[in-house]
Nanobody, 126 residues
């Protein structure tokens, strides 16, 4: 059974930092590109960071320069470090796994992801 379990969410003041972790099991982690998405009520899930099997990151403009994604294949875990947080970063954050063949492929849309975690709440107060 595939499981993705996020941790590290919480409440932080604007300008602060927060680190999220996503521990996986039941899948071959090294065969997966990984991603972090976020979602607010009434909106679609939005990609905030993605990383290829080989460790190449991708960030949309909203996260560029503030968020850092990394992975530890030995621990089967993906991380998201968020700095300079803003109130508009408030959302439920989800990690996701995308089975890909290419070592350098980054999956940037939700449809490309096969497995999802349950989400962790991040709240940024002003």
């Amino acid at each position: 059974q595939v499981q993705l379990v996020e941790s590290g969410g919480g409440l932080v003041q604007a300008g602060g930092s927060l680190g999220l972790s996503c521990a996986t099991s039941g899948l071959t982690f090294s065969d997966c590109a990984m991603g972090w998405f976020r979602q607010t009520p009434g909106n679609q899930r939005e990609l905030v960071a993605a990383i290829s099997r080989g460790g190449s990151p991708y960030y949309p403009d909203s996260a560029q320069g503030r968020f850092t994604i990394s992975r530890d294949n030995a621990k089967k875990t993906v991380y998201l470090q968020m700095n300079s947080l803003k109130p508009e970063d408030t959302a439920i954050y989800y990690c996701a796994a995308s089975l890909v063949s290419w070592w350098s492929r980054v999956s940037t849309t939700a449809l490309e992801y096969n497995h999802w975690g349950q989400g962790t709440q991040v709240t940024v107060s002003s």
